[in-house]
């Protein structure tokens, strides 16, 4: 018996070309599906989400600008999909307190509120300037 690891051994790694393209494209549906569904955060951070793309919008700011608002808010939403998947993780091992386990999930939460933070400060830094200019 070998310890080597082949991508052979993995029943998940068979598709490939156009058909891994669909199914990524179908559990990544799944996942934000799901993330809507069963997350509260997600949610909470979606409905901010979906308050202040328009806002930027509205804005004369610069593209660049632009690409920064837009950018700090769906990167809540992707910190927040990595934090609840390592939650889900961690809950799969065992919901048994555990140091760890505790730490990873602190880890997680801590990373999503930087994020919230560079939002913050983002939009700040941008929208400041705006409203300093009105009389």
């Known amino acids: 018996m070998s310890d080597k ?4 051994q993995n029943p998940h790694k ?11 494209a ?15 955060a997600f949610r909470q951070e979606l409905t ?3 308050i202040l793309i328009p806002i930027s919008f509205f804005l004369t700011v610069s593209p660049l600008e632009h690409i920064a608002l837009f950018g700090s808010v769906i990167f809540v939403l992707i910190v927040e999909l990595l934090n609840s998947s390592v ?3 961690i809950d799969r091992i065992s919901f ?5 386990s505790q730490r990873a999930k602190d880890f997680g939460s801590a990373a ?3 994020a919230l933070l560079l939002c913050v400060f ?14």
Do not use: Q
């Not at 048994?96 to 760890?100: A, I, M, P």
């Open 5 to 8: 690891y082949s991508i052979d």
């Open 14 to 24: 068979g598709n490939k070309g156009i058909t891994r393209a669909f199914r990524a």
């Open 26 to 40: 179908i559990n990544s549906w799944n996942g934000l599906v799901f993330a809507v569904r069963e997350e509260s």
């Open 48 to 50: 901010l989400t979906c």
């Open 87 to 89: 939650e889900a993780a």
């Open 96 to 100: 048994e307190k555990h140091g760890l």
């Open 112 to 114: 999503v509120m930087l």
């Open 122 to 135: 983002t939009w700040v830094c941008i929208l400041l300037p705006l409203f300093l200019k009105f009389p």
